[in-house]
């Protein structure tokens, strides 16, 4: 490798590991032979599939099956546990299989990965529910869906919407769980719980699964995603603390944060640990503010966020 450090692909180990070579990202088999050539900027791996740069798709062999056009965002290219995976063909979304087949197309605009068996897909009139014969399974149209990445638009079983400007989370059929009430949604539930927007910034706050507010979040900012139970939040400009279902701070607000900014990239866990920043250094913590630093690392591994509009989105 060189410019980079090669390590293994998340879900991948059956399959590869990740080379750089000139800051360029490729994979090579378990017995060290390259099968993508190091030449893209990003590389992501689910279920048997490669994404590279968003828009070529290879399977596990190496070999490259569809080339996605008018990418726009991280839930394309994203390969179901079924096997099928949403692209962008002609300015309109389709689902293949594994070796580049169409097995579902119609009049959508973009498609999420299936969980669970069911997709959401846009179309001209706003976004519905498909089931894998491509059915549609639900009679209302959303303005928008919500997913804080690709694989999280339904958590819980329960999938965060807006309908005549307000939000709120329906069930699978279409059944108003909370109340469509909401300025905005935060992030997705996650054991038991969402957060939401009431009426403008520093009013947010957590809701359960019957829209019952558990506790509020004060906050100049916060992050898009969640990790474990907790929402990481900004206060004083740049301090990074981590806020619980309570509203309480679970972890004080004694970290650093690089950006602030909302919906930024969130900070990373990994084996229940919490890589965060403090002294110009990063370190991990525990879900009790247990810290260990000393390790200087030069770069996190991150996720981000995304937010499904009918008319564009981010």
Excluded at 281 to 305: E, L, M, P, Q, R
Aim: hydrophobic share 35%.
């Amino acid at each position: 490798n060189t410019g980079c450090l090669g390590q293994p692909l998340p879900k991948a180990y059956e399959a590869g590991f990740l080379i750089c070579k000139n800051g360029q990202y490729g994979v090579a088999d378990i017995n060290g032979k390259t099968i993508i050539p190091p030449k893209f900027k990003r590389i992501s791996y689910s279920n048997e599939m490669y994404r590279a740069d968003l828009h070529k798709l290879f399977n596990k062999q190496g070999k490259l099956v569809f080339e996605v056009g008018g990418c726009d965002g991280d839930n394309i290219g994203i390969t179901s546990q079924n096997g099928l995976t949403p692209v962008i063909e002609n300015n309109k979304c389709k689902y293949i299989d594994k070796s580049g087949n169409t097995i579902l197309q119609g009049d959508w605009k973009r498609g999420t990965p299936f969980i669970n068996g069911i997709a959401a897909v846009e179309e001209i009139a706003g976004w519905n529910f498909i089931n894998e014969q491509g059915q549609v399974i639900v009679s209302q149209c959303y303005e928008s869906i919500y997913f804080s990445d690709s694989t999280q638009w339904l958590n819980e079983g329960l999938i965060g919407v807006k309908i005549n400007g307000k939000s709120g989370f329906v069930d699978t059929s279409g059944k108003v769980i909370t109340p469509i009430k909401f300025n905005d949604i935060n992030t997705p539930f996650i054991n038991g719980s969402a957060v939401v927007e009431k009426a403008g910034r520093f009013r947010d706050c957590f809701i359960d699964r019957n829209g019952k507010i558990s506790g509020s979040v004060n906050a100049e900012d916060y992050y898009c995603g969640r990790i474990g139970e907790l929402l990481p939040v900004i206060h004083n400009v740049n301090t990074l603390g981590f806020a619980a279902p309570d509203g309480t701070m679970a972890i004080p607000s004694e970290y650093e944060c690089d950006i602030k900014c909302k919906y930024v990239i969130s900070p990373s866990m990994s084996e229940n640990l919490i890589l965060v920043k403090k002294n110009g250094k990063y370190g991990f913590i525990d879900f009790n503010n247990n810290a260990g630093f000393g390790a200087v690392v030069n770069k996190s591994k991150t996720f981000s966020c995304n937010r499904a509009e009918s008319s564009g989105g981010n």
